[in-house]
């Protein structure tokens, strides 16, 4: 069940925010330690989203309004050196990352693999959506014709961005288009593992449903994540069924309505 990190706050490279901690997003990768039977390690690829940091840094934590650069590759994260060397380069003040364990039935490809892309935004799924491809197929016809054609990979997890996309443009909040899609998903598909974490490079919105997430608010930086980076008790873990909104220095939850 892949595993996934948002970070806003003040700018450090990539390799600090993924690869150093003890328990980073790298060591995730081969050794996670809270998949709940979703398979054992995340070795179906990796993405990383940031946000560049802009000339004087202006634009506030991860370069607000900024649109996101999006790397991704079908190859686990710990076999990629060119990677690793990429990361000790790179600053920036907000990320998005994923590793990822395809699900039973699903490919194994570049495109599959979080963080999914629009404008300012990034996102991620951790989980699965049960009686996929049948139970989607319902949620999923009232999207444009368009955005089903176009898909980045057939999962459920780019979907599910599909309808987070659509909802985005919308107009929705983030906030209500992540739980609204729990809510229609978990109808649609009782059952699903539904970890969503969604970020325009000043706000993180994840939801915990059915799987695990901490989050981490210190050193006027706030951090998202499926499993603590480091030792508690710098972590709080997120209960079932809720929301965080989170921004440096300061995060909320909020509980999701469910079965
Ligand atoms: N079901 C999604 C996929 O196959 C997400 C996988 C996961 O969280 N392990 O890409």
Do not use: K
Not at 47 to 67: C, E, L, N, S
Not at 156 to 185: H, K
Not at 201 to 222: E, I, K, N, P, S
């Amino acid at each position: 069940m892949c595993r996934h990190l948002g970070r806003i706050g003040p700018p450090q490279t990539l390799a600090r925010t993924l690869l150093d901690p003890e328990h980073g997003l790298l060591r995730q990768s081969y050794a996670p330690a809270d998949m709940r039977g979703g398979g054992t390690i995340n070795a179906d690829g990796y993405g990383v989203g940031w946000y560049p940091q802009g000339p004087g840094d202006g634009a506030g934590p991860g370069g607000a309004g900024g649109t996101p650069v999006r790397l991704r590759s079908a190859r686990p994260l710990w076999s990629d050196t060119s990677f690793a060397a990429l990361a000790g380069t790179v600053r920036t003040g907000a990320v998005l990352a994923a590793v990822r364990s395809a699900t039973v039935g699903m490919p194994v490809v570049e495109t599959a693999a979080a963080p999914f892309t629009d404008g300012r935004w990034l996102f991620s799924h951790n989980g699965v959506v049960r009686g996929w491809p049948d139970s989607l197929a319902g949620p999923a016809s009232a999207l444009p014709v368009r955005d089903l054609i176009t898909l980045d990979a057939p999962t459920d997890s780019a979907v599910l961005w599909a309808l987070v996309r659509a909802g985005l443009r919308g107009g929705t909040d983030p906030a209500a288009v992540l739980s609204g899609i729990c809510e229609q998903v978990e109808a649609a598909a009782p059952g699903s593992r539904l970890n969503l974490l969604l970020t325009d490079g000043t706000t993180l919105w994840a939801t915990a449903w059915r799987h695990a997430l901490a989050v981490r608010t210190r050193d006027h930086a706030v951090t998202v994540a499926s499993e603590p980076t480091e030792d508690f008790p710098d972590w709080t873990r997120v209960p079932d069924r809720h929301l965080v909104v989170a921004r440096p220095g300061r995060h909320d939850l909020y509980p999701l309505a469910g079965p």
